[in-house]
């Protein structure tokens, strides 16, 4: 750790620079789409110099990829804690489900969303970044107590990965993807609470 007291506040400077960087590349993306954003213009509506964006990012797509970073920031930092492996499945599942609709709700994720599946014809890379950057770190955590689960023979789940996708999918089916498409979206918790049950029956470990 450096000592130096000039540094250590150059160091910060650098770090809010960079980060009004990045929320001005969120409101370009968002409004105008990726492909439209301008790196010029996110530079002076961030207040710097387009060097100073470049020493950043040196492309516009690691300026997209820390977009996705900072806009899943707050739900990947949680990591495990989500989903604490001596938690029961019927308590764990729908606190995990509730706090991902929660995320995915919010206006710049959903926003962020629709930008990928918009643009992915002309830069399909996108959609790679927001798995990498986003989705995947948020999901992980599930994958890992399902393992955790299955370790301990309180669920069946020999492939995690497999049995996160079959419980997000029945979550999001009804209250996810209706929303992302401005359609009626029912109640969470009739919807959330049937996914777990349907979820837990169907993943019961065998009897000895």
Do not use: C
């Amino acid at each position: 750790m450096s000592t130096d007291p000039v540094a250590a506040p150059a160091a910060t400077r650098g770090d809010a620079k960079r980060r009004s960087v990045v929320e001005a590349a969120t409101r370009a993306f968002l409004t105008q789409g990726y492909g439209a954003a301008s790196m010029d213009a996110i530079a002076a509506d961030a207040g710097a110099s387009k060097r100073t964006v470049y020493n950043h990012f040196p492309s516009k797509r690691d300026l997209f990829r820390a977009v996705v970073a900072r806009l899943y920031e707050d739900l990947n930092a949680q990591d495990g804690g989500r989903l604490p492996a001596d938690r029961a499945p019927e308590s764990a599942l729908p606190a995990f489900a509730h706090g991902l609709l929660a995320h995915l709700r919010r206006p710049e994720v959903t926003g962020l969303l629709r930008l990928v599946i918009a643009e992915h014809r002309r830069f399909p890379e996108l959609a790679q970044d927001l798995l990498k950057e986003g989705k995947g770190p948020a999901v992980a955590p599930l994958a890992a107590y399902l393992a955790a689960q299955h370790a301990r023979g309180t669920l069946a789940a020999p492939d995690p990965a497999m049995a996160a996708s079959l419980f997000l999918g029945g979550v999001k089916e009804q209250l996810f993807w209706p929303g992302l498409l401005g359609l009626p979206v029912p109640d969470d918790g009739p919807v959330v609470a049937a996914a777990v049950e349907a979820f837990l029956r169907a993943h019961r470990p065998a009897p000895p």
